[in-house]
C-alpha cells in the first residue's frame, strides 16, 4: 500500500465523520427546536429560484403531510449523522444525505446544504476510502482473520 493510499484510507474517514457530525447536529436542533415545515411549504411555492415540479411537490406531497414530515426530516438527518459518523451503513447514509441535500437546494435553502451535498458526492466517488475505519470495516476484518485461524 502506498503513501497516497494510506493517506486516503485516513483522511475519507476522517471527512465522512466530519459530515456525519454536520448531519447529526442538524438533526439534533430540529428537534430541540420542534422542528415545522409548514413554514416552508408557502415558502417554496412563492419561491421564484425552485422549479415548477418540486413547488408541485411541495404543495401535494409534503403540504397535506407536514405532520409526517417534521417527524421524518429531523430524524432522518441523526440517522444519517450516526451512519456516517458509526460507519454502520456508510453507503445507504451518503445516499439519503444526497437526497435530503438535493432537496434543501431545490427549496432554495442555501445554508451549509451544498458544501454536504459536494461532500457527500466526493465520499460516494471514494467509497472504499470512505468506509475505511468504520464498524463495518471493523466487523469484516475481524471475521477475516477468525477464517485464517
Avoid: C
Amino acid at each position: 500500500m502506498n503513501i497516497i493510499q494510506k493517506g486516503a484510507n485516513i483522511l475519507f474517514p476522517i471527512i465522512r465523520i466530519a459530515l456525519g457530525v454536520s448531519w447529526f447536529y442538524q438533526g439534533w436542533f430540529k428537534l430541540q427546536a420542534n422542528f415545522d415545515i409548514s413554514g416552508l411549504v408557502p415558502s417554496v411555492l412563492m419561491n421564484t429560484d425552485s422549479p415548477d415540479w418540486y413547488k408541485a411537490f411541495m404543495e401535494h406531497v409534503v403540504g397535506p403531510y407536514t405532520g409526517i414530515f417534521n417527524i421524518l426530516i429531523p430524524w432522518g438527518e441523526l440517522l444519517v449523522g450516526l451512519g456516517l459518523i458509526t460507519g454502520i451503513l456508510v453507503y445507504p447514509a451518503l445516499i439519503s444525505g444526497i437526497f435530503m441535500g438535493i432537496n434543501y437546494w431545490l427549496a432554495d435553502m442555501i445554508y451549509i446544504y451544498p458544501v454536504q451535498l459536494a461532500t457527500a458526492i466526493l465520499l460516494m466517488l471514494a467509497i472504499n476510502q470512505t468506509k475505511h475505519l468504520s464498524v463495518e470495516s471493523l466487523i469484516r476484518r475481524k471475521k477475516h482473520a477468525e477464517n485464517r485461524i
